[in-house]
């Protein structure tokens, strides 16, 4: 059993199972991707933006990005489908986060790794004078 959630749609009350919405915008999901996809799947539109789209077809276009994100609509096949990274915003077409903020993530961590390592050291360094330390401390 599913439980009571409020649709992110309109707000209706729905039992909240496979989708994610209720049923009545399940619907209205379905149709806003049959409208993006019969504008798209024809040969001049193959290389539409997003922003071409919510301009011909009138789909909003987080609807159109949440369609590109569930991969409905592949940017294998559709090379200008784009949505936004979730940290910079900046369009990418695949994975969750831009090249961009991948790459400064992982340098980052190797940072993180590095200061790790620079303050094991002192401690290292801190133990071997620790006795004249203290004793000149008292
Ligand atoms: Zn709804
Ligand atoms: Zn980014």
């Given at each position: 059993m599913g439980d009571l959630a409020n649709c992110p749609r309109c707000n209706a009350l729905f039992m909240k199972?496979?989708?994610?919405?209720c049923p009545a915008c399940v619907k209205k999901e379905e149709a806003d991707f049959q409208t993006v996809y019969a504008f798209i799947r024809k040969k001049v539109n193959r290389t539409a933006t997003v922003d071409d789209i919510v301009r011909e077809t009138g789909v909003p276009e987080k609807q159109i990005r949440k369609f590109v994100k569930q991969k409905r609509l592949h940017p294998a096949h559709f090379p200008n489908l784009t949505y936004g990274c979730e940290k910079c915003g900046r369009s990418i077409?695949?994975?969750?986060?831009c090249e961009g903020c991948n790459q400064s993530i992982q340098t980052g961590l190797q940072r993180e790794e590095r200061n790790k390592e620079f303050s094991e050291r002192i401690k290292e360094t801190k133990k071997d004078y620790g006795r004249t330390y203290y004793s000149l401390d008292n």
């Open positions: 199972g496979a989708a994610t919405v077409r695949e994975g969750r986060i």
